[in-house]
């Protein structure tokens, strides 16, 4: 069984950072499970988008538009964990945050991800 459990996640004005992180366990990075790992985000109202990917193996990390150079995303495989470091937060990242594995292909679109963790909400206030 596969689980992700993120954390970090809690309330900032706007400005601020946080950094998210997200635990895997019942399998590594390197497993067939899963080749890639990524955060999307939800706001209420609406659809779930994807923020940032990593490649469990070799590869670029590669952003939503809309996060380029506010957030990063890195991984210690040696925790099996996955983070998100987000910097300059406006209101508009406020969402449940998710933290996702998957093996088809690394990319932001939730069909490619079999594997999801129970969010970590993030407000940013004004």
């Known amino acids: 069984q596969v689980q992700l459990v993120e954390s970090g996640g809690g309330s900032v004005q706007a400005g601020g950072s946080l950094r998210l992180s997200c635990a895997a366990s019942?399998?590594?990075?390197?497993?067939?499970?899963?080749?890639?790992m990524a955060w999307f985000r939800q706001a209420p109202g609406k659809e779930r988008e994807g923020v940032a990917v990593i490649p469990t193996g070799s590869g670029g990390t590669f952003y939503a538009d809309s996060v380029k150079g506010r957030f990063t995303i890195s991984q210690d495989n040696a925790k099996n964990t996955v983070y998100l470091q987000m910097n300059s937060l406006k209101p508009e990242d406020t969402a449940m945050y998710y933290c996702?594995?998957?093996?088809?292909?690394?990319?932001?679109?939730?069909?490619?991800?079999?594997?999801w963790g129970q969010g970590t909400q993030v407000t940013v206030s004004s």
């Open positions: 019942g399998y590594t990075y390197s497993s067939y499970s899963s080749n890639c």
């Open positions: 996702a594995a998957g093996r088809i292909g690394c990319g932001l679109r939730l069909w490619q991800y079999a594997y």
